[in-house]
Structure formats: C-alpha cells, structure tokens
C-alpha cells in the first residue's frame, strides 16, 4: 500500500500570499496518477488536480500541481478568502486507492 | 452535469449491516462510468472503501473487503454499499462519487452521516 504524507499539517497564511502543500509517497506513483482535492467545513471534497498537474474543470488557473514519481506539489498562487480549506492528495496508480492525511490552509 | 444523493439510515447498531444507497441523475449509469465510495471518520481524513464499473466488476480496499459489497442497479439509476458486522470504528460520513476510468473521483455526492451506536 502506497502511504501518502502530507506537509506541513496546517499553513497559517494571508490573503494574497501563496500557498506551497507537499504531498510524498512511500513508493513511486505510476504514471502520475495523483489528484488533489479541497474540502471546506461540511462540504464534500471537490477535485482540483489530476494527473499531478492537470487542472479539473472550472477550477481557477491560481492552482498548479507538479511532480513525478514520490514528490508532489500543489501551489496556490495568490490565496483568495475561498481558497483556505483542507486539501488531500490521493494517489490511484495503485490498490488499494489511498489519501494523504491533509493539510489546512488557515488565515493568519 | 452529474448529480448524486446519498441515502440510508443514519444510526446503526454494533454487529449489524450497514446499507446506503447512492442516486445518480443527470446521467445513465449503464452509459459507463466508475462509480465509488469513500468515507471520512469526524475530523479524520479519508478512505476509499469502493469502486465498480457499470457492468458490476467491482473493486475493494482488502482492509475492508471481507465486509464490504458493492452493487449498481441500472433500472433504478442508482449504486449501493452493503458494510457487515459494523463496530463504532466505521461511524462516518459516507461519499458516493463518479470515478474516472484511471480512479480518481471527479463528482461527489453530500455524503450522509452513519453513526454506529448501540
């Protein structure tokens, strides 16, 4: 089982600053399959990165995602009031399906 | 753009089965498509219990597979999850989710919450 580790637990952040979230796998993920998610409070997660780097639709050009193999990245450029949440990353290269822990992005 | 409601008791006891069902609208399940489904303990991270194709092949996390059955009913438009021998451990909020034919989940349902509590 592929165990995904997120960093830092929580990022304490302004408004307009940007946001850099780790995400590293305890074995290389095939193909890049890696997505990321964010969910607010009571909220479903919603999908914001596929293939490590490809953006879902609708979602805002401010979220890249990057990496290969164990060391993944997703980057908010300039935080938006919206944007602070708790993101997952999920990797599907391989069974059983797993998630990262998450990290929060919470304002500062 | 697809829809999906999640649905079934919210209170189960220890040792019972735990049975949701997940409605799709907005498109025909045996069109294709995955379908899954993934739960979140309160204030806890999430796990992938699920998944099966339209023509019924399914897939199983093996932490949960012993457990665990997963159906689709294409008349009703609808899939469902069966969790045997339930214990407080599998209270949760439960997602139903469109997968991507590569696995990850690009539409999510509410997600409804099962508390296990005798």
């Known amino acids: 089982e592929i165990v995904l580790t997120q960093s830092p637990g929580t990022l304490s952040l302004s408004p307009g600053e940007r946001a850099t979230l780790s995400c590293r796998a305890t074995?290389?993920?095939?193909?890049?399959?890696l997505a990321w998610y964010q969910q607010k409070p009571g909220q479903a997660p919603r999908l914001l990165i596929y293939?490590?780097?490809t953006r879902a639709t609708g979602i805002p050009d401010r979220f890249s995602g990057s990496g290969s193999g164990t060391d993944f990245t997703l980057i908010i450029s300039r935080l938006e009031p919206e944007d602070f949440a708790v993101y997952y990353c999920?990797?599907?290269?391989?069974?059983?399906?797993?998630f990262g822990g998450g990290t929060k992005v919470e304002i500062k | 753009q697809v829809q999906l409601q999640e649905s079934g008791p919210g209170l189960v006891k220890p040792s019972e089965t735990l049975s949701l069902t997940c409605t799709v609208s907005?498109?025909?399940?045996?069109?294709?498509?995955?379908w899954g489904w993934i739960r979140q303990p309160p204030g806890k991270g999430l796990e992938w219990i699920a998944t099966?194709?339209?023509?019924?092949?399914?897939y199983y996390n093996p932490s949960l597979k012993s457990r665990v059955t997963m159906s689709v009913d294409t008349s009703k438009n609808q899939f469902s999850l069966k969790l045997s021998s339930v214990t407080a451990a599998d209270t949760a909020v439960y997602y139903c989710?469109?997968?991507?034919?590569?696995?990850?989940?690009?539409?999510w349902g509410q997600g409804t919450l099962v508390t296990v509590s005798s």
């Open positions: 907005g498109y025909s399940i045996s069109s294709g498509y995955y």
């Open positions: 293939g490590a780097s």
């Open positions: 999920q990797q599907y290269g391989s069974s059983p399906l797993t």
């Open positions: 074995q290389s993920v095939s193909s890049s399959y």
């Open positions: 099966i194709y339209h023509s019924g092949s399914t």
């Open positions: 989710a469109t997968v991507r034919s590569t696995l990850y989940f690009d539409n």
